[in-house]
């Protein structure tokens, strides 16, 4: 009989469900899209009740390729974006929609938040003031004097949801807890400043559990429905930066992972909670004695879907990335600031916009699409240097996601950095992630660390040396482009 583990990854386009064996070898996969509206500008919202039909969907469609008399699933660990906020009613039914990560209508919240005590709360939460936190959407949900702030018995994110509707139990992990801006990171705790501003009592928030804590007793309904014992274990498991990173085998020190979806992160594990007290970087809890510290930027791929879109490009991504190819380092001259879907590090800046510098009459869409691939990966450079700060040099450099998947933009990225990257033949870090740490909850294996002995085979991609050199001063005018143009934001 083949023992099998589950990773129940919630993200913010999609539901995916991956099913794996004990060696991280995918087994089978699926996946329902997520619907998000934009009722006014700088809104953006999700239906949880869509959401939980999602993934009692994906999870059926999964397991229901499995061969019951041969296939025993062990436990089922869960994975989920971070920054989401639902107003909860006493019946435990939503009064408001889930304002997820990308809804900026507190960013006039959070400009004044800054210029008064924002190094205060960061300090003690280890979280940026930024209008992506549940902490700024409280604030706005208050001043705004809504109903369903008025009327709400509890707050919660998607994941505390689902797992409120599924084991009827108010419970959020460490990651997920440190990453609403109301919790203290180095205490564990909830923080009782931030609870203040935001207008909120403790006990209107869930129990802060750790990403190993195991859920018994899954619906009657629900069970039926996806087609699992009621008694099967389901593990609490953590946010997806965490889970990608431990997906990817990046866990101890000096070893960073890049995540780049339709946004993209900066990550890296470290022992306590040290914080960036220029304030440029994020310190979430992942268990009782390490972090995650790094920074995340809302313009990954987004930025060149974006373009692909603007240009009106019928072709397929592929093709669009190859037309980069024919131009050189630095596109002549021209330099994208990727700000376009406001940004969070290293600027924590909701209202940061775009902007293509040097555009001249010889550019043509060639040099643009290379300026935007340079772009987004001089970005994450740019938070790199953040890190580096508090971890000191990367001696690991891995990198998942959707753009990943581009040979060109890896190679880019690569030769910014002036490190060997590490490809994985995986795109569901944050789903192995999960189910691992599913399997450390259950004690069939005994540590996060032993998942280095369970990843898929890596790739290695050399930088360029000489394409570094050059890259030296296009990263060094891109710094003082986004210094300028912070004035305007």
């Known amino acids: 009989m083949r023992e099998l583990v589950i990773g129940l990854d919630m993200g913010t386009t999609s539901v995916k469900v991956v099913i794996f064996d004990l060696k991280g070898k995918l087994i089978t996969q699926t996946e329902e899209l997520i619907t998000t509206s934009y009722p006014k500008s700088d809104w953006a919202e999700q239906n949880p009740n869509e959401i939980e039909k999602a993934c009692i969907l994906a999870m059926k469609n999964a397991i229901s390729e499995l061969n019951k008399s041969q296939d025993k699933v062990l436990a089922v660990g869960i994975s989920a974006a971070m920054h989401s906020l639902i107003c909860i009613d006493e019946e435990m039914d939503p009064l408001s929609p889930v304002m997820i990560w990308s809804d900026k209508r507190s960013s006039q919240i959070a400009e004044k938040l800054i210029a008064t005590n924002d190094e205060e709360i960061y300090s003690k939460t280890g979280t940026p003031i930024h209008p992506m936190t549940p902490f700024l959407k409280l604030i706005w949900l208050r001043e705004e004097n809504l109903k369903a702030y008025q009327n709400a018995s509890y707050f919660m994110s998607m994941k505390e949801y689902l797992v409120q509707k599924w084991f009827g139990k108010r419970m959020i992990d460490y990651s997920m807890a440190s990453a609403t801006g109301l919790f203290n990171a180095k205490e564990l705790k909830w923080e009782r400043s931030a609870l203040k501003l935001a207008g909120i009592k403790e006990e209107q928030l ?52 890049i995540s780049v979806g339709t946004s993209g992160a900066i990550r890296q594990f470290v022992k306590g909670a040290p914080i960036n007290h220029k304030m440029e970087t994020f310190t979430y809890a992942f268990t009782e004695d390490t972090s995650i510290i790094g920074g995340a930027t809302n313009n990954g791929g987004i930025a060149l879907e974006w373009f692909k879109d603007l240009i009106e490009y019928e072709g397929s991504y592929d093709d669009l990335l190859i037309l980069a190819n024919k131009i050189e380092i630095g596109a002549d001259g021209l330099i994208f600031i990727p700000y376009i879907n406001g940004e969070r590090a290293p600027l924590w800046n909701g209202r940061a916009k775009g902007n293509f510098y040097g555009l001249s009459i010889n550019h043509k869409k060639e040099h643009l699409i290379r300026a935007v691939l340079e772009g987004i990966a001089l970005n994450l450079y740019h938070i790199s240097q953040s890190l580096e700060e508090i971890a000191g040099p990367p001696k690991k450099i891995t990198v998942n996601g959707g753009l990943s998947k581009s040979e060109t933009w890896v190679q880019i990225m690569a030769d910014i950095l002036g490190k060997k990257i590490y490809l994985s033949d995986t795109h569901h870090n944050a789903a192995w992630g999960a189910a691992w740490t599913a399997l450390v909850g259950i004690r069939k294996v005994q540590s996060f660390a032993e998942i280095k002995s369970n990843l898929p085979d890596e790739r290695v991609i050399e930088p360029n040396m000489e394409n570094h050199k050059a890259y030296i001063p296009v990263f060094e005018k891109y710094e003082r482009l986004v210094e300028t143009l912070k004035a305007f934001f």
């Open 206 to 257: 869930s129990e802060v559990v750790p990403p190993t804590e195991i859920l018994i007793g899954l619906t009657e309904s629900v069970a039926q429905e996806i087609g699992l014992s009621p008694d099967t274990p389901f593990v609490i498991g953590a946010a997806d930066g965490q889970l990608a990173n431990l997906g990817s085998g990046a866990i101890e020190p000096g070893e960073v992972n």
